[in-house]
């Protein structure tokens, strides 16, 4: 839907209908970064540093009269997790553009499209003697802002300001691009990962602990891919991220407070977070360290009396308990009396069930993480050789959905069957820690904040005056549509005025102020806060205005009946001013005869006139000029941009 009005300078909410079309145009693609945009021929591109580029009307880019700049740069860490739109930055924004000498925001409003949000926003300013037109797209994805604004001189605007608008809105992603930075947004992949115990060295078996073997989900028998030694020190605890990188602490007992370690396996490339863990407790190392259904990942001491969580999203580290809640069990003596194995290497389920292990014959002890309570008994298994060194557990799926339940042994990997009690031999090897998580891929976005329900439709605006930019607070302003009254609205003395409505509704908005050409338009609330100027052009001897849907049939002086309401608006102005004179001025295209031109041109003016005439105007108030081609107001080399040349406009010639 197209918006219009009596060149009312005011509301421009959508791109011009007689734009170029996109197939003429030429198409700029970064598969890398993902987007895709298309620019007019005979503009040119100027690549900067990957993925920046420019777009220029002319041959020479420092002298361009119209840039187009595309900019991309990663969002701060403080930012990286946080759901672009939920500090408003329109809000944001608009109080930036406040502070603009003179400045008229045309359009500013913002919207969740799912896997990207973005901001719209066009506004003039003056710059010096002149004032500048802006047009831009703001767009958040993956962790990333993207920005794509076109920038020119307001006095080009009819020769370049079709082609930068469609330029902007032709902004797309078409592919996945770069990987997301934001932890939330990534898929668990079926790799699973463990900590090798041992490695040989000289035909000599010594220990490792900082050597990771990567597997697939589908085959746990097949040979691992090894990273050698990609932990700056050795450990007993992994885990998985859901961005796909393993973290990782010193098994050092230094019971001082431990900053986690993050290898990418891909880029094979690591280095410590800021995520510090806690004071592990005199003699207590991190044993063990496993991932939830949120994406959490939580460490756990040797002894089973710490347990903390690492919040990738909120950059947060909390203590989950710091009491071994198994000693609440009939069975706790059991398997926790001194000089007993461990029993706090751990998995979860995506139910929160805390499974661990007890070191010394592999019995299976399970904690509601929830409430913290241990089940009634212990789970005891068969299958499993009867000598101790059961280091860790790990559920996991393959990539038919089946669930998995492994176990490392004392020197292989073992297939739990829960419901049989039973495990069997799956691989040899012996591994401190076990890492994965596309148990939890099915729920991931379950798990997720859900993204709240768009907000109700508000616009904040001012109406200026459009010579001086000064505020009109006198202005009467109605609005009228769903949720909304008729009566007159009151301005602030900074001529500010707040709408809320429905999004994705018409609302006919109409503006009176004596001395200034009256506004009637409808405009379509966008969902959640926009940020929009009305202008009020003056009438007084001189001003020029245009008719921009008073358009006519190719090459005959016929009006479509589309013309109807802007003809009928300048009826009404013209009633209501009664010492009002005009002089209507015809334009055409450049096809044919120059000299028919103007004889056409003059015709339709005739047209026009005779259609104020019929509707009640004195016909000495009026009079006509036909200037045929000469005044293009968009190129000729379209038809779909000739069509804005077959206008009328009129200029105020007095009364005032």
């Not at 995520?275 to 994406?295: C, F, H, K, M, Y």
């Not at 338009?521 to 009020?536: E, H, M, N, R």
């Not at 045929?628 to 200029?651: D, K, M, Y």
Request: one cysteine or more; charged letters at 15%.
């Amino acid at each position: 839907m197209r918006f219009v009005s009596l060149l009312l300078g005011a509301v421009v909410v959508s791109w011009p209908a007689g734009a170029q079309a996109l197939t003429d145009w030429q198409t700029f693609t970064d598969a890398g970064t993902g987007y895709q945009v298309t620019y007019p021929h005979g503009w040119q591109v100027r690549e900067q540093a990957a993925p920046n580029v420019s777009f220029y009307a002319g041959t020479a880019w420092a002298a361009a009269p119209a840039v187009v700049q595309l900019t991309s740069q990663p969002l701060p860490a403080s930012r990286l997790n946080q759901p672009p739109l939920a500090a408003d930055p329109a809000d944001s924004v608009w109080q930036a553009l406040l502070l603009l000498p003179q400045v008229r925001v045309v359009r500013l409003d913002q919207h969740d499209a799912g896997p990207y949000q973005e901001l719209h926003y066009e506004y003039t300013y003056a710059d010096t003697a002149a004032r500048t037109r802006v047009v831009g797209r703001l767009l958040w994805r993956g962790g990333y802002q993207f920005q794509l604004e076109y920038r020119a001189a307001a006095a080009h605007d009819a020769q370049y300001l079709a082609a930068g608008r469609q330029l902007v809105a032709s902004f797309g992603f078409v592919g996945p691009g770069r990987p997301s930075r934001r932890y939330a947004d990534q898929l668990c992949d079926d790799k699973l990962y463990g900590i090798a115990a041992l490695r040989v060295h000289d035909g000599i078996w010594e220990d490792d602990c900082r050597t990771i073997h990567e597997f697939a989900a589908a085959d746990l028998t097949a040979p691992p891919r090894v990273h050698r030694r990609v932990l700056p020190f050795q450990s007993y605890a992994l885990a998985k991220g859901f961005d796909n990188c393993l973290y990782s602490v010193t098994k050092s007992p230094t019971d001082q407070p431990e900053r986690v370690y993050r290898y990418n396996p891909t880029t094979r490339q690591g280095g410590y977070t800021t995520w510090e863990l806690p004071a592990q407790g005199s003699g207590n190392v991190w044993i063990s360290a496993a991932t939830d259904v949120r994406g959490n990942l939580l460490f756990i001491t040797n002894d089973a009396n710490l347990l903390v969580r690492v919040s990738p999203v909120t950059d947060s580290v909390t203590v989950v308990w710091g009491r071994d809640p198994l000693r609440n069990a009939p069975y706790f003596p059991a398997v926790g009396f001194a000089g007993a194995g461990t029993h706090a290497n751990f998995c979860l389920d995506d139910t929160g069930t805390l499974y661990e292990v007890y070191s010394t014959n592999g019995t299976l002890l399970k904690i509601d993480l929830h409430t913290q309570q241990p089940a009634p008994a212990p789970l005891p298994l068969t299958g499993l050789p009867a000598q101790g060194g059961y280091s860790d557990l790990l559920m996991q799926q393959d990539t038919s959905g089946r669930r998995r339940l492994y176990v490392a042994g004392p020197k292989s990997v073992y297939e739990i069957d829960l419901a049989r009690q039973q495990a069997t031999y799956v691989r040899r090897g012996v591994y401190t820690d076990l890492a994965g998580c596309n148990l939890f891929r099915p729920n991931q976005a379950a798990s997720l904040p859900v993204p709240p329900s768009p907000p109700a439709a508000t616009w904040l605006g001012r109406v200026l005056a459009a010579d001086s930019q000064a505020p009109l607070p006198q202005a009467r302003l109605s609005v009228v549509g769903p949720g909304t009254s008729a009566a007159g609205r009151t301005l602030t003395a900074a001529g500010e005025f707040l709408v809320t409505g429905v999004p994705a509704q018409p609302y006919q908005v109409r503006v009176q102020l004596p001395g200034y050409l009256p506004l009637d338009t409808v405009y379509q609330l966008p969902a959640g806060p926009s940020f929009q100027d009305i202008v009020l052009r003056p009438l007084h001897p001189g001003v020029l205005l245009r008719l921009d849907n008073v358009e006519f049939e190719q090459g005959k002086a016929v009006l479509l009946p589309s013309s109807a309401p802007d003809l009928n608006r300048l009826v009404d102005l013209l009633a209501t001013s009664p010492e009002l004179t005009i002089e209507l001025r015809g334009h055409t295209d450049n096809q044919g005869d120059p000299q028919l031109n103007v004889q056409l041109s003059e015709q339709r003016v005739a047209v026009v006139k005779a259609y104020l005439v019929s509707h009640g105007v004195a016909a000495e108030r009026i009079t006509g000029l036909g200037l045929g081609g000469i005044e293009p107001r968009a190129s000729n080399e379209q038809e779909a941009t000739r069509r804005l040349n077959r206008r009328v406009e009129f200029r105020i010639t007095g009364g005032l």
